[in-house]
């Protein structure tokens, strides 16, 4: 993410880039990012919901959100893994502006999935980085090949070609980037991600391929578990 969100992006937009090094709590406390926020009046943050599950874990009231002036912050977006509801429910409940769930891979290099704010903001349905961008033709795909329906769940694939701003290949292994993604399905680039597409069109990331348990021919997705024990009061984060 580094090269699109620190280099290309900001310097395209024209936009001054704050990159935080530490860590959300303990530098000295779950308030790093509200004093950074406030010092350098930062208009959008960027980060993964485990940086927001630390904070939540030490500060689950926000209590350390109260000591700084963030109101110059207007979105939050989060990337990198799997926002499940309750952390974006906690944040919204505690920033009150709008956290913004996104989907991509390093090698895609753009998101895959997201909410277009600048162009069109779009319902936020907790769980899901929202629709396809243009140029992504995402599919739920069975361990056949075959297409699944609405809300079931599978692997993810995306029917190529990939669009721009995508990699071709890889550094003098072109055999081994055919071998890595485009093998499995012909046609298909292979994310090795597992999740489902709703009837709104709305993409759900549950999980990688490889953390999908099958129990008598029930497809049962690791990240589905972890939705559910983390809307437990008493949990902070289900490892």
């Known amino acids: 993410m580094g090269h699109s969100y620190i280099v290309y992006g900001p310097l395209l937009q024209g936009c001054t880039t704050i990159l935080f090094e ?31 599950r630390a904070i939540k874990k030490q500060d689950p009231g926000g209590k350390h959100l109260e000591l700084y002036d963030i109101s110059s912050l207007k979105t939050l977006f989060l990337a990198g893994e799997r926002a499940a509801p309750d952390t974006i429910q906690w ?24 909410n277009p704010m600048e162009i069109e903001k779009l319902p936020v349905k907790y769980g899901s ?3 396809a961008m243009p140029g992504y033709d ?13 809300n079931e769940l599978g692997a993810i694939w995306i029917k190529l070609p990939l669009p721009p701003g995508c990699l071709p290949t890889l550094w003098k292994k ?25 009837d709104d069109g709305y993409i759900s990331i549950m999980s990688r391929t490889d953390d999908i348990i099958n129990v008598a021919g029930h497809r049962l997705s690791t990240g589905g578990m972890e939705e559910v024990l983390s809307a437990h009061q008493d949990v902070a984060e289900p490892c």
Request: a negative charge; one cysteine or more; charged letters at 20%.
């Open 91 to 114: 944040a919204e409940s505690k920033l009150y502006v709008p956290v913004i769930d996104n989907w991509w891979q390093t090698e895609t290099g753009w998101p895959i999935a997201s």
């Open 138 to 150: 995402v599919q739920i795909l069975a361990e056949d090949g075959t297409e699944l329906g609405p």
């Open 174 to 198: 072109n055999e081994r980037f055919k071998e890595s993604y485009l093998s499995t399905f012909p046609g298909y680039y292979e994310t090795a991600d597992a999740g489902f597409i709703d």
């Open 22 to 52: 530490g860590k959300p709590v303990g530098t000295p406390d779950a308030g790093t990012f509200w004093r950074v926020i406030e010092e350098h009046k930062v208009s959008t943050l960027f980060t993964a919901p485990t940086a927001l």
């Open 129 to 131: 980085p929202c629709l």
